[in-house]
């Protein structure tokens, strides 16, 4: 296994929907285990193959859940069906949302707060659970990445201003931009945080109840 560069906004493979998998083999074998050891290398709570250059629709996760699902797991051509969405605005204080390509910004985000998400394993096995909470947030967020949208795409206008600057601010929105886990200081500052407190920090997209999420 190998810790691989995250690309950043504006890089292509992040803004169009990835390809379903069809070879069940050792080289999906090999990225999965590759994006496992790039989420744990960014502190990360969940982690899109996009996000690593690869479009593919595959994501995994390392979450703490109350839904009686593994902590670690992965999940290859997912759905993912959601409760409805509510309309008032995000609290800032406990809805909001980071991604690890977009390396250190977060910001408030709506989502809905329950999952249905169903797929497959790497030895081809039905996978099928619901998530709540913060564990819905985090597979809704990273089933985004495997349809080219980023959480920054779903922000209100007030906090989609923000995002644009920030994106400005940082030089991103052209392809060609990453960081590597494990060498680049961790753009959320969590090199020295547990993973209880930064399940209470992050989710990023989305971590437990997060203020940035490594997703």
């Not at 795409?153 to 007030?158: I, P």
């Amino acid at each position: 296994m190998a810790v691989r560069p995250i690309v950043i906004s504006g890089e292509p493979v992040l803004h169009r929907s990835a390809a379903l998998v069809t070879e069940f083999d050792d080289e999906l074998r090999q990225l999965v285990g590759d994006m496992h050891e790039t989420n744990d290398a960014a502190n990360g709570v969940g982690l899109a193959a996009p996000q690593i250059g690869v479009g593919l629709r595959v994501f995994i996760w390392k979450m703490d859940n109350e839904d009686g699902v593994p902590a670690r797991g992965h999940i290859i051509n997912p759905t993912v069906r959601t409760s409805r969405i509510p309309q008032e605005r995000p609290d800032p204080r406990e809805e909001t949302e980071g991604c690890l390509s977009v390396p250190g910004e977060s910001f408030p985000l709506k989502r809905a707060e329950r999952a249905h998400v169903v797929g497959l394993d790497l030895e081809q096995n039905r996978v099928e659970f619901d998530a709540t909470g913060w564990f819905a947030r985090c597979m809704q967020h990273e089933y985004d990445h495997l349809n080219g949208t980023l959480y920054v795409d779903r922000l209100d206008d007030r906090q989609a201003k923000k995002a644009r600057k920030a994106v400005k601010r940082n030089g991103w929105g052209k392809p060609g931009q990453s960081w590597l886990p494990g060498v680049d200081p961790d753009p959320f500052g969590h090199e020295d945080v547990d993973d209880t407190d930064r399940q209470g920090e992050q989710v990023h997209a989305m971590h437990d109840q997060a203020h940035s999420e490594g997703m």
